[in-house]
Each structure stands twice: as C-alpha cells, then as structure tokens.
C-alpha cells in the first residue's frame, strides 16, 4: 500500500474505510434474521459491544497517527454510522470513561458531540450517498436531519436534500447492483473534495458491493482482501487515483 507522502506525489487519494460499529439489529439479526424487519429496530443504535469497539478503533487510529493526517470524515446520515465517526474520529483524546455508563443513547451522543465540536477535530460530513442498502428493512430507514442534528452537534448535515427519509421505501430493497451503482457515484462525489486523506464510515453492504464493482470495471485489479465483508468496526485503508475510479 502506498504511503501518505508517495500517495501525495502521485495525485492519489487516501481512503480509510470504516464499517460502522456493532448495532442492536446486528445482535438480534444473530438470533433471528427476521428481527431486521421489525421497527424497533429502527435506525439502530450502537450496542454495548458496538461502544466498546469504537474505544478500540479510536486507540487504534491514534497509535496509528492517522488522526494527524486525516482531512475530513465522510459518515452515513445513521445513527449507527455517526456514532462511530463521531466517537472514533471526533476527538484525539476522548477517554473511555468520560461517557457515564447510566446516560442513556441519546444523552451520551450529546456529550460526545458537546466535548468534539469544542476541540479543533477533524471535519465530519454526513452524506447520504454512502448510506447502506435502501428499503423494506427499518434499521437503514433514518431519522429526521433535525433530530440527527440535536444529537450530532459536531456533524456538518448541510448536504442532506430532504428533512425526512425520501430514499427509503417500505415495499423495495435496493438490489445489489443498485447498491453498487450508488456507491461508484459516491467514489466520483470523493474525488471532487480537495482532502487527499478521507475517512468513510459507511455500511457492510454498501462498502463491499462498491468495492467489488469498482474492482470489476476497473484495469487495475482490486486486492482481494478489499473485497470480502468488513467486521463491525473494521477500518481497511486503500490508495486510489482518479483513473480508478473513472474506469469504475
């Protein structure tokens, strides 16, 4: 993989791409597939597990360095997602215990968000075109921008179109190769920014169908262990040129 300094000397883009951590649908999906059609599973949240694994992502990131180096987080407008961006990339110094265990989801997102958006942190911007697989299952229906907004206060949502959710419908899932098609928009969308170092916080669905469909179209052939399924809260890190992405 290229460094940051030869990847900025060949007009590459450095892409670190995250799936959001471990949600409640994805612990009662593990029990019973069908739970991902129930509404209480609305726009899931983070589980305990998933809160612990950003704690880990977010060491990780520091030990890493790449906090330093990345310019701007790109985030699904989810609750899941943004949870993640913002407590794995919203501060370089958050401890894990200066989110008290008895707040409720609501409340620890507003501290979270209170304490990020006081610090000179990396931009986050929600962007709807990395969101996961649309349709029929409610756990990737969203919320409203303004509730996103009172809980998110460290997120740019100025590029969301639609106060409410306008993509999601109750009676059509996306196929894959939708899912894929929407993804390749969001590469091209990426290489309008001026950042050359990008984190994403997406979806296991969406990142994977991208990546495969980018790695099909494309003359330069796509490491295969880009290609299978992320992990709750697996960052992989990939450089890209614009021709790579213009080929997909």
């Known amino acids: 993989m290229d460094t940051a300094a030869e990847a900025q000397l060949q007009g590459l883009k450095i892409l670190h791409l995250v799936r959001h951590a471990q949600g409640t ?13 129930s509404y209480d599973h609305l726009d899931a949240p983070l589980s305990c597990l998933g809160r612990q694994q950003v704690c880990d992502l977010r060491k990780d990131v520091h030990e890493r360095g790449l906090f330093q180096r990345i ?22 110094d958050l401890a894990d215990d200066e989110l008290d265990e008895e707040q409720s ?22 962007v709807e075109l990395c969101r996961e697989m649309l349709g029929v299952q409610p756990c990737n229906k ?28 109750a009676d059509y899932r996306e196929s894959n190769e939708e899912v894929a098609a929407r993804g390749i928009k969001f590469f091209k969308w990426l290489w ?6 990008i984190a994403v916080v997406s979806h296991g669905i ?20 880009l290609l299978t ?20």
């Open 206 to 225: 969406f990142l994977q169908q991208t990546l495969m469909a980018l790695g099909a179209k494309s003359y330069t052939p796509m490491p295969k262990d």
């Open 105 to 126: 989801t609501e409340d620890r997102d507003k501290t979270q968000n209170a304490i990020s958006s006081t610090l000179n942190c990396i931009p986050i911007l929600a």
């Open 229 to 248: 399924r992320f992990r709750n809260c697996e960052l992989r890190s990939i450089s890209m040129s614009v021709t790579f992405v213009d080929e997909g």
């Open 142 to 169: 969203r919320r409203s921008i303004s509730n996103y907004k009172s809980r998110f206060q460290a997120v740019d949502f100025s590029l969301a179109k639609s106060e409410d959710d306008n993509l999601w419908t």
């Open 192 to 197: 309008t920014r001026k950042e050359r170092e």
């Open 71 to 92: 310019e701007l987080v790109i985030t699904s407008p989810m609750t899941r997602a943004l949870q993640t961006a913002v407590g794995v990339f919203g501060r370089k």
């Open 25 to 37: 649908h994805n612990v009662a999906a593990e029990e019973n597939r069908d739970e991902l059609m």
